[in-house]
């Protein structure tokens, strides 16, 4: 394999999700490491936890990819007693760097939410909210993909609310999908509601309601949201679809470690993560 510097993988993610699209309560971009490090192996994943800690020093990576930025929140202290310190003082330890794109990879024009609209099939695809900054990036790299926070776009036909939330958990593998509607939607008659514009926000995207709402959107497909959130949304007439925070994130760290295998194809091993699940369980109880 052909050496390649920490710095190019990088300028290369920064490209793709500038750190200006990241909201401003955020801890984007090169965490911990060195730019000047040779690296030959990345792993990829949505959360830095005790398991896929273990699975990067057993499998000798160079550098993780982390949605959800580690640590997020400022430390006072690092040490063995926590496992934020634990964790991060056996990858400084190893040599292991760490990059988070968190919310630039949520709102970039190839970004998860892009990524979720596209697979839905929608059309007149748009941001809900997109700002300065990042009209500034689409008009500099000449891209006519929108940049910014969440999306919003038309389905190809008014659907059904139920068959669309049984689309989206095959999308993303589910055999359950959770949604709350008001009644307008459930009822079956002549009358019933369709949906047709959607708003998406993966992960814990609850705050962009108040967005869907301004934008009319009929379903807002979120990875999870408070209760009351579900019944502001009722209140205004906007079914929620709410495939999970994991479901709707998870897929694009895959897809993101098969295109760096690809970009970097003569020099680096890539892979997602192998060890990681969805903490969230179902368990069906028979109370007949």
Not at 114 to 119: E, S, T, Y
Not at 214 to 227: H, I, N, P, R, S
């Amino acid at each position: 394999m052909t050496p390649i510097l920490l710095d190019a993988v990088v300028r290369y993610l920064e490209s793709q999700y500038p750190l200006t699209l990241a909201e401003s309560w955020d801890n984007v971009g090169l965490l911990v490491g060195n730019r000047a490090t040779t690296i030959r192996r990345i792993m990829t994943c949505l959360t830095v936890t005790p398991e896929s800690c273990r699975e990067a020093l057993r499998e000798h990576a160079d550098l993780i990819i982390t949605h959800h930025p580690f640590p997020f929140r400022a430390i006072q202290r690092m040490t063995s007693d926590t496992n934020i310190g634990n964790m991060l003082l056996q990858l400084i330890h190893t040599g292991i760097a760490i990059y988070s794109p968190h919310t630039a990879f949520d709102s970039a024009a190839t970004g998860i939410n892009q990524q979720i609209a596209k697979r839905l099939g929608l059309s007149q695809i748009a941001t809900l909210y997109p700002s300065s900054a990042s009209s500034e990036i689409s008009h500099r790299q000449d891209q006519n993909l929108p940049q910014g926070t969440g999306r919003i776009g038309m389905l190809p036909q008014p659907t059904p609310l139920l068959p669309l939330v049984e689309k989206t958990a095959k999308l993303f593998d589910l055999n359950i999908a959770s949604y709350a509607a008001p009644d307008e939607f459930l009822i079956e008659s002549n009358e019933r509601r369709l949906a047709q514009r959607v708003a998406i926000g993966c992960g814990a995207a609850g705050d962009f309601l108040e967005q869907a709402i301004v934008q009319k959107a009929d379903v807002f497909l979120v990875g999870e949201v408070k209760f009351h959130t579900m019944l502001e949304a009722r209140e205004n007439q906007i079914a929620l679809i709410i495939p999970g925070h994991y479901a709707t994130e998870r897929f694009a760290v895959e897809r993101l470690a098969d295109e760096l295998q690809l970009y970097f194809a003569d020099s680096l091993a890539v892979w997602a993560s192998r060890c990681e699940s969805d903490p969230l369980q179902y368990h069906c109880i028979d109370n007949s």
